[in-house]
């Protein structure tokens, strides 16, 4: 699945399966992908969570992305744990540093990720 992101230079496309995070940035959002690299790009989060949400209900999939707070929105295929003493989320790639996180958002992404694979 990929997203096609235009911009004043020209088209960028990005392969969500290789997306580990998103991470808003004021009006920017960075998407932190599972090789460790990071593509800045002008658009603020919700503009790329809800293009992500569409492309995968275009054909007719559940999106694994799950919206955490005002910062964050994680593909929970990528989560390995979750760090409950430091809430901080832990990713199957090295070169992706955990994210800390609240312990209200946990909450919302035990109840994703079980209801995710629970399909």
Avoid: C
């Amino acid at each position: 699945m990929k997203l096609f992101i235009t911009s004043r230079n020209g088209i960028e496309i990005i392969n969500l399966e290789k997306v580990v995070f998103l991470k808003a940035d004021g009006n920017y959002t960075d998407f932190h992908l599972v090789d460790g690299k990071v593509r800045t790009h002008l658009s603020t989060l919700s503009v790329f969570a809800d293009a992500i949400t569409s492309r995968y209900e275009s054909i007719g999939e559940r999106a694994p992305f799950f919206r955490m707070g005002r910062s964050y929105v994680v593909n929970v295929t990528y989560i390995t744990s979750v760090n409950l003493v430091n809430n901080m989320l832990v990713f199957d790639s090295d070169a992706v540093k955990p994210v800390a996180v609240t312990k209200s958002q946990l909450k919302s992404l035990r109840d994703f990720v079980s209801d995710f694979y629970r399909l």
